[in-house]
């Protein structure tokens, strides 16, 4: 573990992830989710969820999150956070873990929340084991 993630900045990236929740755009499934990407330069990217009538161009939170991020230059990541519904957690999809294993190792935190107090922690390489990379094509 490169850093480890203190008890108030986990609480602080799920607020982040609960303030971008607020901005999803889900017309279709009305299932809103929020996540905040922290970089290693301690920088937070929020993302939310946008849906699109065709279904198939909708877009993840975590992917938005990411690609912004991207945008900006970052390509070191330490932690996401991720809300879904209040009750339930929202474990991210088969293609954002992809994505996140583009940019992270497997010591990548990922933060599932229902609120500050309830969350899990996972690491990318319990919930992305064997994963396809980059270094697979790098030459
Ligand atoms: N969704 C996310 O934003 N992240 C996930 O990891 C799982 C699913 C969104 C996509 C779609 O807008 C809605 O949840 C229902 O699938």
Do not use: W
């Not at 008890?7 to 901005?23: D, F, N, P, S």
């Not at 956070?81 to 010591?107: H, K, L």
């Amino acid at each position: 573990m490169e850093k480890e993630l203190k008890k108030e900045q986990i609480g602080q990236l799920i607020l982040q992830a609960m303030g971008a929740r607020k901005k999803a755009y889900a017309p279709y499934s009305h299932y809103h989710v929020g996540a905040a990407l922290l970089s290693t330069q301690d920088r937070v990217y929020p993302g939310c969820n946008i849906e699109n009538a065709s279904y198939g161009a909708t877009i993840c939170a975590e992917r938005v999150a990411f690609f912004r991020a991207v945008q900006e230059g970052e390509r070191s990541f330490t932690a996401i956070a991720i809300v879904g519904g209040e009750e339930d957690y929202a474990y991210p999809c088969g293609m954002c873990r992809q994505v996140m294993r583009e940019f992270c190792n497997e010591d990548f935190r990922i933060i599932v929340a229902k609120n500050t107090e309830e969350y899990q922690i996972f690491s990318l390489g319990e919930l992305f084991p064997h994963g396809f990379g980059p270094e697979k094509l790098v030459r």
